[in-house]
């Protein structure tokens, strides 16, 4: 079916391009570490690298299959708190109830540990609960959606309406969740013997792999022939459908995989920031993905990324500046509406325009980089 | 897409202009200072200037600075200036987490002075914690909270109801109604609020929690009539108390004879629904903006000469100003190069001084701090009238509704 023969060189040549740099962002991000030896700093790039794997998770669902998952954040929350749940049940004792029960449950007068909070004793079965929680949510959830034929904005409602519903059920049942303070006063992650303390490089070093792995992964699901369909559904359903392939079925898979790199975020989140709160599946943030994945531009992975991590680091830096106090906030607004008036494609777009202006010069990209032998595996293995 | 020359050239200038304003401050920053240098001391200011909180916590920065301003014009610390970071976390536990951060290990400030939500709280402890500094937290809170890390300057609920509930029972009856928003705090308060009504042999005929901004009270007002309870004992927060005072009076309730007894309710909530709504109703704090002391005439008269005339000060603002002065006392104590979070906790431990409460006085043991309960009305013109006034002042136990547990100096212990 995908023969890429047929593919005339240029679209060889960009994709060429397109793998390195993706190879590029990642070698970066490792590289980081070597430069920096500041914690803090170690920490807050950490939590701008989890920003942007959250939104590239977008990407793939709103940029290639057209699901604007207003929802996202929900996926977010949901492996944000399976991962404070064990973490929380391995706190030092005295600041706990009976048989480690968590404080939150003893000021809420539970006496005993509720049976969906048992298996999170063990951290292995937190971390497949933070990724398969939210996949399976969002392939009922798209089972629902899209073998109703719900397209276009009717998605984004009801995303964005089971989110609201989640936040409120998180925050009213406190005995069980921790309410509006969230889980809080966790134990340090431990894998296999290494710790990941927040401020360590080894938790970078583990940030920057799972995305690393994600986004390569996401490029290469992109680049398959299911990633092909994805885009055609997104541009035009209808004939998908009458070409006889089942439009829902990739449909569910495309925002199913997205929740998972979300709930596997969301987890991240929790061991860089030391906390999860309810605000972690709420609106706001939710639609701040939104946001992050339009200014880096939707229709590239690697742009959502970095439109996550240039907009964090942008409102770090802005509200940190004594001159911008006081109108943060005003400047962020505007710098959006700038975006959206003169980059409708988001930065990537803005590169997609230069990477053009130096392809029209014949030879420009002649004698392509080694690293495109990946991306023929990846075809070779479509092609079976 | 067709790409213009225009387009691009546009496109370019736009990401110049962002990245110009962001880049800077992104990449170079400055690390590693030393704690007391150049005759400066750094402390981080953290109180939410954006967002859902944020005109309660900006009376709560406009506290901290007012009282870091008058230090410095009156020569300092030992002759060095207190030199205020101030940070916005918009309301938003994350951001407050991530300034925190910055605050404590970017900055190396000896100490942060933050927080109106328990949440928020609760985001910025780890790293007051790993990194050994000092958070200094002026609300009233539900306690049940032993941190090394934390000078807790606001009341604990034994501090705002062992006077004020055997008062009420005392002088309206024995049927108290419980009407809280839906979290830890109100949750909490409660606890201990059911334990000293079981005490005094008085009954609780109806517990009732709505959501948080909640606003819509007419099935509670309806509950309320059936059940005829002799005091309502709120700890609604924020909007809320506004919805159900006005709501209250609509549904024509006499706070003559079922008053509204609030932990919460401030100058600041009565400025917001009118004094009409407030009148008549109760509140228990360690402050009232009507307390008659020459500190406290000299607080009133500064914050509203610094910052407007209009401006209320109340019993979170007055914690914020004084916790100010307590840093300073500790850190006069030190030598230049001694001056570390631990030595001024250490420090700061059995300190006392004069504030506009009252005398008050830091507990070595749990670094919660010994107030001055008042019980107060609310008057149509919104300000309160002091009608109990303690004669002594009371010792903080955030663990006074859980006896076999006690906050000490090494931490906490079961008894």
Redesign the interface.
Same mark, same amino acid.
């Given at each position: 079916m995908f023969d890429s023969s047929a593919h005339a060189n240029p679209t060889r040549n960009r994709n060429r391009l397109q793998l390195a740099l993706y190879l590029a962002f990642c070698v970066a991000i490792f590289a980081v570490p070597l430069f920096i030896d500041?914690?803090?700093?170690l !920490? $807050?790039y950490a $939590?701008y690298l989890v920003l942007g794997m959250v939104a590239m998770a977008l990407s793939l669902s709103w940029g290639y299959a057209g699901i604007l998952n207003l929802g996202q954040a929900l996926s977010f929350g949901l492996g944000s708190y399976a991962m404070a749940m064990t973490l929380k049940l391995k706190t030092v004792p005295?600041?706990t109830g009976p048989d480690g029960l968590p404080?939150?449950m003893v &000021? !809420?007068?539970v006496e005993t540990l509720p049976w969906f909070w048992v298996p999170y004793q063990s951290t292995a079965f937190a971390i497949f609960a933070g990724v398969a929680v939210p996949w399976a949510l969002a392939a009922i959830l798209g089972w629902f959606m899209f073998r109703g034929r719900i397209t276009g904005v009717f998605v984004a409602i009801i995303t964005l309406a089971i989110l609201v519903v989640a936040n409120?059920l998180v925050?009213?049942q406190?005995r069980y969740t921790g309410?509006?303070?969230?889980i *809080?006063?966790?134990a340090q992650l431990e894998i296999l013997g290494l710790e990941f303390d927040?401020?360590s490089k080894s938790t970078y070093f583990l940030v920057a792999s799972c995305l690393s792995v994600c986004l390569l992964g996401a490029l290469a699901i992109t680049r398959s022939k299911a990633g092909l369909i994805f885009q055609a559904i997104r541009d035009q359903e209808e004939r998908v459908r009458f070409f006889g392939y089942d439009v829902a079925a990739y449909k569910i898979m495309a925002m199913s995989i997205s929740a998972a790199i979300a709930g596997l975020a969301g987890m991240l989140y929790t061991v860089v920031?030391?906390?999860a709160?309810p *605000?972690?599946m709420d609106v706001?943030l939710s639609l701040s993905i939104v946001i992050w994945c339009a200014v880096g531009g939707r229709q590239s992975l690697l742009g959502a990324t970095i439109g996550a991590i240039?907009v964090a680091?942008?409102q770090?830096?802005?509200?940190?500046?004594?001159t911008f106090?006081?109108t &943060?906030?005003l400047?962020m607004g505007l710098?959006f509406v700038?975006?959206v008036l003169?980059?409708p494609?988001g930065?990537a777009?803005?590169l997609?325009?230069?990477g $053009? $202006?130096l392809m029209r010069r014949p030879g420009a990209l002649a004698g392509g980089p080694a690293p495109a032998k990946g991306l023929s595996g990846q075809k070779a293995k479509d092609q079976t | 897409m067709v790409m213009k020359r225009r387009d691009f050239i546009r496109g370019t200038a736009a990401l110049g202009a962002v990245s110009t304003i962001a880049a800077p401050q992104l990449w170079f920053k400055n690390s590693g200072l030393a704690r007391a240098q150049n005759g400066e001391i750094k402390v981080g200011v953290l109180f939410s200037l954006t967002g859902t909180t944020g005109i309660i916590e900006e009376s709560l920065n406009k506290a901290t600075i007012l009282a870091i301003e008058e230090i410095n014009a009156a020569g300092g610390i030992n002759g060095m200036q207190i030199v205020p970071v101030v940070e916005d976390p918009a309301s938003d536990p994350a951001t407050f987490a991530e300034k925190a951060r910055k605050l404590v290990m970017s900055d190396g400030c000896v100490s942060v002075f933050g927080s109106y939500t328990s949440a928020s709280r609760k985001a910025v402890l780890p790293v007051f914690e790993k990194r050994e500094n000092l958070y200094w937290y002026p609300t009233l809170y539900e306690g049940r909270e032993c941190s090394k890390n934390v000078i807790y300057t606001g009341a604990v609920p034994n501090q705002q109801q062992d006077e004020f509930i055997p008062w009420l029972v005392q002088n309206f009856g024995k049927k108290f109604f419980l009407i809280g928003s839906n979290y830890i705090y109100p949750q909490e308060e409660n606890n201990y609020c059911k334990k000293l009504l079981e005490g005094l042999g008085a009954e609780v005929v109806n517990e009732e929690y709505v959501p948080l901004g909640h606003s819509e009270f007419s099935s509670v007002i309806s509950k309320i009539k059936s059940t005829e309870p002799n005091v309502i004992f709120s700890t609604v927060v924020g909007d809320s108390v506004v919805a159900l005072h006005r709501q209250y009076l609509a549904a024509g309730l006499d706070p003559a004879k079922m008053p509204m007894a609030s932990l919460t309710t401030s100058e600041n909530e009565v400025a917001a629904m009118g004094g009409e709504a407030a009148a008549g109703h109760f509140t228990s704090a360690p402050y009232f903006m009507v307390h008659k002391s020459p500190e406290n005439e000299k607080f009133v008269s500064a914050y509203q000469a610094r910052w407007g005339a209009d401006k209320v000060t109340h019993f979170v603002s007055e914690p914020s100003y004084f916790q100010v002065y307590l840093f300073k006392q500790a850190v006069e104590k030190l030598a230049a190069s001694d001056i570390t979070p631990p030595t001024i906790r250490e420090a700061v431990k059995g300190a006392e001084m004069i504030a506009p409460q009252g005398k008050i006085r830091i507990e070595k043991d749990n670094l919660h701090t010994w107030l001055w309960p008042k019980i107060a009305v609310a008057k149509a013109d919104g300000q309160f009238e002091v009608l109990v006034d303690s004669k002594e002042w009371l010792a903080p136990d955030p663990y006074a509704a859980y006896p076999d547990q006690k906050c000490v100096e090494a931490g906490l212990t079961n008894i």
């Open positions: 500041d914690d803090f700093l !920490n $807050r $939590r005295i600041h404080d939150f &000021w !809420n007068n409120l925050i009213d406190q309410g509006f303070n969230g *809080t006063d966790l927040a401020y920031m030391e906390f709160s *605000t972690f706001p240039v680091g942008m770090g830096a802005l509200s940190e500046s004594e106090l006081d &943060w906030m400047v710098i700038l975006v003169f980059l494609n930065l777009g803005l997609d325009m230069a $053009r $202006r | -």
